[in-house]
């Protein structure tokens, strides 16, 4: 269940991140293309400086199940909002 959770939502999350961003953050909040791929590029900055750190972190409390579904929850809100 916990592989199926992470490629479902990657699944969604590339393809997200890859066209519909841009085009959402262009249209809707009036972002140059260039601005929009800086934007654009931010997910992966951070998921880079933080994913040792907090993959420390749950290697110590444990819980992935739980982290795992927390982050499919958080992308569901935050695909929500986008839609909005």
Same mark, same amino acid.
């Given at each position: 269940m916990i592989v199926l959770s992470c490629v479902?939502?990657?699944? &969604?999350?590339?393809?997200?991140? *890859?066209? %519909?961003?841009?085009?959402?953050l262009q249209e809707k909040y009036g972002y140059t293309e260039n601005q929009a791929a800086s934007a654009n590029f931010l997910p992966y900055l951070i998921s880079a400086f933080l994913s040792a750190p907090l993959g420390f972190m749950i290697d110590k409390v444990?819980?992935?199940?739980? &982290? %795992?579904m927390f982050s499919s929850l958080m992308m569901t809100v *935050?695909? %929500?909002i986008c839609m909005i």
């Open positions: 479902l939502l990657y699944c &969604v999350l590339f393809p997200f991140l *890859s066209n %519909i961003c841009n085009l959402m444990g819980k992935r199940a739980l &982290v %795992i *935050s695909m %929500i």
